[in-house]
């Protein structure tokens, strides 16, 4: 059964990503919102953001709020901080796989990879 999964490290504190507001969309004509979560204290979401039948191969779309994560911690960003939503548009080929998409952030940049 496939199922996708993502964790966010806060890397300018060297941390997990804890709180941190998240969305997922399908792409299509029309963008439909799927999922709305927040991180655990391990930068994780508690179950898999999307698994079984939901699992459909397409394009996707994942949102995180990171400018109000770090002005939470209390880091000093720009009335318009350089990063407010990293955004993270990804496809799943293969609905019965494994995808995990997870967030290297800091104020000023972020990585991603399909993890495992």
């Known amino acids: 059964m496939g199922k996708l999964t993502t964790h966010v490290l806060d890397t300018a504190h060297g941390c997990p990503g804890k709180g941190i507001a998240l969305r997922l969309y399908r792409c ?3 963008d439909t919102l799927l999922v709305k979560a ?3 204290a391990d930068g994780r979401c508690d179950a898999p953001i999307l698994s079984g039948t939901e699992m459909k191969a397409g394009t996707y779309r994942l949102e995180f709020d990171v400018a109000a994560y770090f002005k939470a911690k209390g880091v000093k960003l720009a009335k318009t901080p350089f990063l407010d939503v990293v955004t993270i548009h990804f496809g799943i080929a293969d609905a019965k796989a494994h995808y995990h998409v997870p ?3 800091s104020p000023y ?3 991603t990879y399909r993890g495992s």
Do not use: E
């Open 38 to 40: 927040k991180t655990n």
């Open 109 to 111: 940049g972020y990585s």
């Open 103 to 105: 967030l290297l952030v």
């Open 28 to 30: 299509g004509s029309k």
